[in-house]
């Protein structure tokens, strides 16, 4: 098949817009996935918010029913209830917390979020002060970002 100079310019111009429409799918998602980073950024400071000021209905409203929740000290696992019950009764209750090193990566309707976290807090026998490392998984529900899953653990010493 002989391509000739008006054929070239044909499939150049097929060919740049079949680049510049898989340019601009590439755009559309990379926007629509730093649009789900921020909102996924703004969950985990409002479930922070949450937490400081005891607000169970946010806390309900950011958590999925079927949450698992759970602490590096003592390996505890608690469900949405549970934990929302430790909440109200300030055990702990929280004076701080503190994200610092956060990542976050989107996968569909999940998000994997990572942080080291400082916090400050008392229950009625003892206040203290602690650094951890903690995982959180989001789920996207009507167009929504709700925790999932979280797990702490205690950072290696160096």
Do not use: C
Not at 14 to 24: D, R
Not at 61 to 79: F, H, P, R, T
């Amino acid at each position: 098949m002989a391509v000739t100079r008006r054929g070239l310019g044909h499939l150049v111009f097929v060919g740049a817009v079949a680049f510049g429409a898989s340019t601009s799918l590439l755009s559309r998602r990379s926007l629509a996935e730093a649009a789900d980073q921020a909102a996924v950024d703004q969950a985990v400071e409002a479930l922070r918010k949450a937490l400081l000021d005891r607000d169970l209905d946010r806390l309900r409203d950011l958590l999925v029913d079927e949450l698992s929740y759970g602490l590096w000290a003592g390996g505890k696992i608690q469900n949405k209830y549970q934990f929302i019950g430790h909440i109200v009764r300030g055990e702990p209750s929280y004076t701080s917390i503190a994200y610092s090193d956060p990542s976050i990566t989107i996968a569909g309707n999940n998000a994997i979020v990572r942080h080291r976290e400082s916090i400050e807090a008392h229950t009625r026998e003892k206040r203290y002060v602690l650094e951890f490392g903690v995982l959180q998984v989001w789920q996207k529900q009507d167009g929504q970002w709700r925790l999932l899953a979280r797990q702490g653990w205690k950072p290696e010493i160096s």
